[in-house]
Structure formats: C-alpha cells, structure tokens
C-alpha cells in the first residue's frame, strides 16, 4: 500500500508541478484518497462487479483477457 501511495504522489506530482510544491500539498492529497477510499455512498461491489463464471481466452501474445477487457476498449 505504502508503495502505491508513493507511486501516486509521484505521478500526482509530475501531472500537476505547480500544485504539488511544499510539504502540504503532499498531505492533502494523501488526505484526500484516504477519504475517498472510505466513502460510504459509493456502491464499490456494484462498481466493480466481479463475475464468478468468466470465459477466459488467450491472445496471439499468450496473455490472459476476459470478455470484460474487451467490452471496456482494453484490447488493441
């Protein structure tokens, strides 16, 4: 968690450089995703469904990929 946490400060930083100089930008964005990821009025599980029986096939790369990518515009 601490490197995800790091890793988007990081790119947080390089997209908006103006706002994130000092130490309290740094703050307040962590601030700010701790309570995002603990809001109550966001269904997460309907969001984020997860379907027990997926049909799984492979691509001409041998990587794995599910009828979901390819509704959501993943695929090439």
Request: aromatic share 10%; glycine share 4%; proline share 3%.
């Amino acid at each position: 968690m601490d490197i995800a946490l790091t890793n988007s400060w990081i790119y947080f930083k390089m997209a908006n450089s103006e706002e994130a100089k000092g130490n309290k930008p740094r703050a307040d964005f962590f601030v700010q995703i701790a309570t995002e990821m603990v809001r109550q009025d966001v269904d997460w599980a309907g969001k984020y469904k997860i379907r027990r029986n997926v049909n799984i096939r492979r691509s001409a790369r041998q990587t794995c990929v599910t009828d979901n990518d390819s509704k959501s515009g993943i695929l090439p």
